[in-house]
């Protein structure tokens, strides 16, 4: 680990190409080039080809496809011909014109912005390659064949062909919408712009202040957002702690001596699990309605989800206890688990000291499985800021409160930012793009969080620890 | 002689306690999964929700099961579902073997950068880019297949390599050693000595990943609009939230088809609860 950070290289990616230009033999300054030439010319026969093709395919690529995409990210516009019919003098019709599509273009785009990345990097090892190669020849070292080349890929290179497969996956699946995504961040893209039949643009910077600024009346977030942001906190926070502490304590009481049918007891309560989330929030939601069982039962009238009064301070609250019945059978699980693994003796000597079972508890048990589950707490928090169902099942976002709605934010009074998100993409009137600064917000929080506390636990630290 | 009475009867009274208290939450836990199954097996007139704590007509039958398979195309859906399940179950825990075993056994120079790029992709909300992937798929002609289910749910699966990392982690070192300086190479090393160690996490990644399709919704229903092509989840939501009355007509065959998908769960969980509950501490103890 010491050594990692120790060794730090001094030739970076700029270093090493200044070095191939400035000693590389002719063929690798050709290899800048000509992908290829400098391993054609030491013998590397197929490497080198394959360079080559890559090359040309990348190059008719750009000139047949790719270059108009990149024009236009740049350029400042995501098309200009609107579709619609044009009147033909000749014929005396109608005729439809397919105009362009903004969301193509910029689709499109993207793609060849990944395409062009993944081509200078494969540029780079070519050159770097052929730069090799003239190293080893002056120190007289011999050249890998193609044979010995394929066969690094099954030893020392063998995480290339493991990685390959599920990364080509990653970038598809994962990079690219999100890549896309950010961009829309930066464009007029709602629904009045909805492509085909209208274009959007670039608008720089102008839903970022929408979201964030007071100003404008209707056309400023900055009120509705905080609202969102604070309840999303203060629902993760809840939401986690809640689970954890009820799951531990629930987990002691199986786990107490004097206790029989541990097993039955456990199975009650992760039997829950079995019943897909979806189905018991939507029976849960039905329990709860206003005319539901649970005001036939109480014969109240209370509306438990949609109550509105003290900043719908009931529905909040029905929220985190429903999401209590959802989630302690998890912690329960795994809290139970890691019970079995205090090492007895801690027990011994706190029971020797005379302490009583809080006194061991807060001491004991409490501060180890802190220690443990600490990464375990941090992916939870960050799960709950993005528990999309519990909320959308449940009350939908809602209930409707004038606070929010009127200002055209279409948010909610329970809305996390992720269903806020959700509303604004798959609603009547959509707002793409102000979903997807939404959607930044929710990143950089989550990011920071979890990169601080992952830097922080011995996790990253401690990968050797059980070998 | 009377304080060990007196001790043991302290003994029993919080043992008592604690069963009451157990009991009690226990109840609460059951309760709705028992309303969930009595009402899969209700056979009264009425397809609705009952309001009532103790209903009146008690008698029970398999009628809604019947039209859950005569009057819906659940067995349709099932297939789907247990095909996209399984495909994307297989893809997955190979994806995320490969991952992790490249992450935690072998060393290149990239491997912290890898490691760090992961974490903070897993940090983006997967709705932001649902509609971004809908469009995806569009453009390689794919919508309205179970293959574009089976792509989205496999596609980011080395996002989640974590758990199976920190296990591939605790494996000793040294028997590999042998292995290579007996001439064998990576690929090996991997399939003959390191996956039969990890079975638990096997299991553990195949159970998680054959689960996930069965209980989503929201994908499927940005992506698939074609009945037909419905996994069990969308079809069961759509059976009622479709239309107004969908819930008070739909809403026992529901709880039937909830009651099927719920007993496929549970006996997989059943079966395989030991090596759940292994990976999951094996992961949770290694962070």
Redesign the interface.
């Known amino acids: 680990m010491g050594n990692?950070k120790t060794k730090k290289r001094k030739s970076g990616v700029g270093v090493e190409l200044v070095g191939a230009i400035k000693n590389g033999s002719f063929s690798t300054r050709l290899s800048f080039l000509f992908m290829g030439f400098g391993q054609m010319a030491r013998g590397q026969i197929v490497k080198g080809l394959l360079y080559f093709l890559l090359q040309a395919a990348f190059l008719l690529f750009m000139i047949f496809f790719g270059w108009q995409y990149i024009a236009h990210l740049f350029s400042g516009d995501l098309g200009t011909k609107l579709s619609g019919e044009i009147w033909n003098e000749e014929l005396q019709i109608f005729e439809k014109v397919k105009g362009d599509n903004s969301?193509?273009i910029l689709?499109y785009g993207v793609v060849t912005l990944l395409l062009i990345a993944f081509f200078l990097i494969i540029w780079w090892v070519n050159v770097k390659g052929a730069y090799e190669n003239d190293k080893k020849l002056a120190r007289g070292e011999r050249i890998n064949t193609w044979k010995e080349d394929v066969r690094t890929l099954?030893?020392e290179?063998?995480?290339l062909p493991?990685?390959t497969?599920?990364?080509l996956?990653?970038l598809?699946?994962?990079?690219?919408?999100?890549v896309?995504?950010v961009l829309?961040a930066f464009t007029n893209y709602d629904y009045a712009h909805t492509p085909p039949g209208k274009l959007f643009d670039w608008v720089g910077f102008s839903n970022f202040k929408t979201l964030f600024s007071l100003s404008g009346g209707a056309s400023g977030f900055a009120f509705v957002f905080l609202r969102v942001l604070l309840w999303t906190f203060v629902w993760a926070f809840f939401a986690t702690f809640t689970n954890y502490f009820l799951g531990l304590v629930?987990a002691l009481?199986?786990n107490?001596k004097?206790?029989k049918l541990k097993a039955l007891?456990r199975t009650?309560?992760?039997?829950?699990?079995?019943?897909?989330?979806?189905?018991?929030l939507?029976?849960?939601q039905?329990?709860l309605d206003g005319?539901?069982?649970l005001n036939?039962?109480l014969g109240t009238n209370i509306l438990w989800l949609a109550d509105q009064r003290y900043f719908s301070l009931l529905p909040r609250v029905m929220i985190i206890l429903v999401n209590i019945?959802i989630g302690?059978?998890y912690t329960l699980?795994?809290c139970?688990?890691?019970l079995l693994?205090i090492p007895a003796d801690y027990y011994e000597a706190a029971r020797i000291d005379g302490a009583s079972p809080v006194r061991i508890f807060m001491s004991v048990t409490l501060p180890y499985m802190l220690h443990?589950?600490?990464?375990?707490l941090i992916t939870q928090f960050?799960g709950n800021i993005?528990n999309?169902n519990v909320i959308w099942l449940l009350t939908g976002g809602g209930p409707v409160d004038n606070v929010y709605y009127g200002s055209g934010s279409q948010a909610q009074s329970t809305d996390l930012l992720?269903t806020w998100?959700?509303r604004l993409?798959t609603d009547q009137n959509p707002k793409?793009n102000v979903?997807?600064v939404i959607?930044i917000v929710?990143?950089v929080i989550?990011?920071a969080l979890?990169?601080i506390t992952?830097n922080k636990?011995?996790?990253a630290k401690g990968?050797?620890t059980?070998? | 002689m009377i304080g060990k009475t007196t001790a043991s009867m302290r003994k029993g009274i919080s043992n008592a306690l604690t069963y009451a208290l157990l009991a009690t939450l226990g109840t609460l836990w059951v309760l709705p999964i028992a309303y969930l199954v009595y009402t899969a097996f209700r056979e009264s007139p009425s397809t609705g929700i009952i309001n009532t704590l103790f209903p009146a007509d008690l008698r029970l039958g398999f009628g809604n099961f019947a039209r859950l398979f005569s009057d819906t195309i659940f067995t349709r859906w099932l297939l789907n579902t247990l095909l996209v399940a399984t495909c994307s179950c297989a893809l997955t825990t190979i994806f995320i073997l490969m991952v992790s075993y490249a992450l935690s056994r072998l060393k290149f120079k990239l491997r912290k950068p890898i490691m760090n790029v992961l974490l903070v992709l897993g940090m983006f909300p997967g709705f932001m880019s649902m509609i971004a992937v809908y469009f995806i798929l569009k453009a390689m002609n794919l919508t309205n297949s179970l293959l574009a289910l089976i792509l989205v749910y496999s596609g980011s699966a080395a996002l989640s390599y974590y758990i199976c990392k920190g296990f591939f982690d605790t494996v000793p070192r040294a028997m590999e050693e042998a292995a290579i300086l007996d001439g064998a190479n990576q690929p090996t090393v991997f399939v003959k000595i390191i996956l039969p160690l990890a079975k638990p996490i096997i299991v553990y990644t195949v159970l998680t990943s054959f689960i996930s399709p069965w209980c989503d919704f929201i994908f499927v229903n940005t992506i698939i609009s074609d009945r037909e092509l419905y996994t069990v989840a969308l079809g069961l939501y759509k059976m009622i939230n479709a239309e107004k009355n969908s819930f008070n007509d739909n809403f026992t065959v529901f709880c039937a088809g909830a009651f099927v998908v719920g007993g496929i769960i549970v006996t997989l969980f059943m079966s395989m609860q030991r090596y759940y509950v292994e990976g999951v501490t094996s992961g949770a103890v290694k962070g």
């Open positions: 990692e969301f193509l689709l099954l030893n290179k063998f995480y493991l990685l497969p599920p990364f996956g990653l598809v699946f994962t990079v690219m919408p999100l896309f995504m829309i629930i009481l199986i107490k004097g206790i007891w009650l309560f992760v039997v829950a699990i079995a019943v897909p989330q979806f189905v018991t939507l029976l849960m039905k329990i005319d539901g069982i036939k039962i019945w302690v059978p699980l795994m139970s688990g890691i693994n443990v589950t600490t990464p375990y960050v993005n999309f992720v998100l959700y993409t793409y979903a997807s959607g929710i990143f989550s990011a979890s990169l992952y636990t011995s996790a990968e050797d059980f070998q």
